[in-house]
């Protein structure tokens, strides 16, 4: 979205709000976010330098990190960036730059805020089981009776060892 700050440079207005949709196609890392995202925010003029506050939410799926169950989630970000109208180095990403006709354009800056803020990873509860190593079952469902513990084979000849001591 294009933001029209004209009224802030000129001294007109102190602050201008906007609320919209953007919408977004993204599927990498085991998440996809797809649809809209509802943007709710303001840039505000603070007396010598100008500042956009926004805050974001949009939905995701995704799947349990330890039973591949599937999730939705909702990814909710707030921000704030400083808002320039000349950059001294090309890379401060930090800043928005004010672009021809006194217009911001904030959908990059909200989207990637959006994508580095979903989870590292997602669990569908704190106490997940997972899935058996051996056969796949859910153990979260059902209780399997595969033999999970197995005996380390560097350690294998010390076993042979006790038992022949014993004797």
């Known amino acids: 979205m294009n933001i029209n700050i004209k009224s ?8 201008i709000e906007f609320s919209y ?3 977004l196609d ?4 085991g998440y996809t976010v797809s649809g809209d ?9 603070m007396g010598g330098y100008m500042q956009l506050a926004s805050e974001c939410k949009a939905q995701y799926k995704t799947q349990c990190a330890r039973c591949l169950k599937a999730l939705d989630g909702v990814c909710s970000v707030s921000f704030v960036r400083t808002v320039a109208t000349k950059l001294e180095s090309e890379d401060d990403e930090e800043y928005l730059l004010v672009g021809e006709g006194s217009v911001i354009n904030i959908d990059e ?10 989870p590292f990873r997602s669990l569908c509860r704190e106490d997940c089981k997972g899935l058996c190593p051996k056969c796949g079952c859910n153990k979260n469902e059902t209780e399997c009776s595969c ?8 350690w294998a000849a010390l076993k ?5 001591d014993g004797e």
């Open 8 to 15: 802030l440079l000129c001294g007109e207005k102190r602050e």
């Open 160 to 164: 042979a060892f006790k038992a022949k």
């Open 109 to 118: 800056a909200i989207s990637e805020e959006l994508l580095l803020s979903l």
């Open 26 to 29: 993204y599927s990498e890392n």
């Open 37 to 45: 995202a509802q943007v709710d925010g303001s840039v505000k003029d």
């Open 147 to 154: 033999v999970t513990k197995e005996l380390d084979p560097r």
């Open 21 to 23: 949709t953007i919408p």
